[in-house]
């Protein structure tokens, strides 16, 4: 079974910074895209960065310059370092990924989840 696990969200003062992890575990072939989205309290979950497996990335106008979305493929692992956080950044951060895994002896894509981590930033 794959599981996404993410760690490193927090409370933050508006100006900081904070790097959140997403590990992928379980009996993986490749991993595609990977990616990092966000849900603010009544709002819709918006796609933050995006990363492929050729390491092309994709940012939101409102976090291009401050966030960088990296991965480190041995480890199966995406990582999002936020910096010069504003408030409007608060928000539940999810991690996604396409994943093809293996799967009673064949290969199969699915998209996985993260469980979410809270950021919150104060002014």
């Known amino acids: 079974q794959v599981q996404l696990v993410e760690s490193g969200g927090g409370l933050v003062q508006a100006g900081g910074s904070l790097r959140l992890s997403c590990a992928a575990s379980?009996?993986?072939?490749?991993?595609?895209?990977m990616g990092w989205y966000r849900q603010a309290p009544g709002k819709k979950r918006e796609s933050v960065a995006v990363?492929?497996?050729?390491?092309?990335?994709n940012y939101a106008d409102s976090v291009k310059g401050r966030f960088t979305i990296s991965r480190d493929n041995a480890k199966n692992t995406v990582y999002l370092q936020m910096n010069s956080l504003k408030p409007e950044d608060t928000a539940v951060y999810y991690c996604?990924?396409?994943?093809?895994?293996?799967?009673?002896?064949?290969?199969?894509?699915?998209?996985?989840w993260g469980q979410g981590t809270q950021v919150t930033v104060s002014s």
């Open positions: 996604n990924a396409d994943i093809t895994e293996w799967y009673y002896g064949s290969r199969r894509a699915r998209d996985y």
């Open positions: 990363i492929t497996s050729g390491d092309s990335t």
């Open positions: 379980g009996i993986i072939f490749s991993i595609n895209t």
